[in-house]
T-cell receptor
């Protein structure tokens, strides 16, 4: 099984450019998440989607937008990239529907994004 | 979610049991203890989770103290491939609403398995 697939794996952007990071899961999971990880730090939640058609802000949502395209896909968009958004971005999913779920999250291998 | 405290790094000899401690003294009754690990350049990998009973799966064992204020992750026969950053995370089962439904990662413990 592929699990959680993220594309692209690497990307370099110039300040002010826009870009969409793609995430797809094949486990029929309800909830999906976007995190960012800066050097030497733990992951921080950007946005999440408890079910198809719903999205909610996490700890660090500023500068990002998301779309839950369908149950499988959850994309993260940077409208006007800034150097502070240089990071590794991880997508995750789990079987639960957000509230009341203790199901573990399954992560993709990340997108390494550099903003010059 | 309750805060966790982990040592920044630990060494363990290959083939021995690796015991990773985690303190979560402010844990509340409905909070689970989760363990994830992150091998360099990869996404975090789920290991195990528990509420109050000890748990075991094919990867590891989780020992939670009776007062639930601390726990230990045990990798029974560590291999070089177990070198990774290990994260202990405490997370409530139910949210009262309005909070972000995600995992709060600290800096974890960098476990180095020595040959």
């Amino acid at each position: 099984n592929a699990g959680v697939t993220q594309t692209p794996k690497f990307q370099v952007l110039k300040t002010g450019q826009s870009m969409t990071l793609q995430c797809a899961q094949d486990m029929n999971h309800n909830s999906m998440y976007w995190y960012r990880q800066d050097p030497g730090m733990g992951l921080r939640l950007i946005y999440y989607s408890a079910s198809e058609g719903t999205t909610d802000k996490g700890e660090v949502p500023n500068g990002y937008n998301v779309s839950r395209l369908n149950k499988r896909e959850f994309s993260l968009r940077l409208e006007s990239a800034a150097p502070s958004q240089t990071s590794v971005y991880f997508c995750a999913s789990n079987r639960g529907t957000g509230l009341g779920s203790n199901q573990p999250q399954h992560f993709g291998d990340g997108t390494r994004l550099s903003i010059l | 979610d309750a805060k966790t405290t982990q040592p920044p790094s630990m060494d363990c000899a290959e083939g021995r049991a690796a015991n990773l401690p985690c303190n979560h003294s402010t844990i509340s009754g409905n909070e689970y203890v989760y363990w994830y690990r992150q091998i360099h350049s990869q996404g975090p990998q789920y290991i195990i989770h528990g509420l109050k009973n000890n748990e075991t799966n094919e990867m590891a064992s989780l020992i939670i103290t009776e007062d639930r204020k601390s726990s230990t992750l045990i990798l029974p026969h560590a291999t070089l491939r177990d070198t990774a950053v290990y994260y202990c995370i405490v997370r409530a089962l139910m949210y009262s609403g309005g909070g972000a439904d995600g995992l709060t990662f600290g800096k974890g413990t960098h476990l180095i398995i020595q040959p």
